[in-house]
Nanobody, 126 residues
Framework: QVQLVESGGGSVQAGGSLRLSCAAS????????MGWFRQAPGKEREGVAT????????YYADSVKGRFTISQDNAKNTLYLQMNSLQPEDTAMYYC???????????????????WGQGTQVTVSS
């Protein structure tokens, strides 16, 4: 079991920044990758960024490349998403997720993640 709790969401104006955090607890040592995903009203959940443990690299959705950065602090069991140059189209509920099976590969795909947090809302106004 892995528990994930997101924080850091809020309301900002276009061009602003936010940093999301995801605190992980439980059997975090069996996590192969972690990712950030988002879902806007009426839309499907989409992958934002993924980081693979053990130095496997990071992947970003094309829509956030150059603006968002995913990172993790293993000592704190915390995943981060630094979001810069936010735009109204970034408005969504943001979720962190963990893959403890080892099936995730390449770009972030929600189908490969088996543990999810409750989400944190990000709203960007123009």
């Amino acid at each position: 079991q892995v528990q994930l709790v997101e924080s850091g969401g809020g309301s900002v104006q276009a061009g602003g920044s936010l940093r999301l955090s995801c605190a992980a607890s439980g059997y975090t040592y069996i996590t192969y990758s972690m990712g950030w995903f988002r879902q806007a009203p009426g839309k499907e959940r989409e992958g934002v960024a993924t980081i693979y443990t053990g130095g496997g690299g990071t992947y970003y959705a094309d829509s956030v490349k150059g603006r968002f950065t995913i990172s993790q602090d293993n000592a704190k069991n915390t995943l981060y998403l630094q979001m810069n140059s936010l735009q109204p189209e970034d408005t969504a509920m943001y979720y962190c997720a963990a893959d403890t099976i080892g099936v995730a590969a390449g770009p972030p795909d929600p189908a490969f993640y088996n543990y999810w947090g409750q989400g944190t809302q990000v709203t960007v106004s123009s």
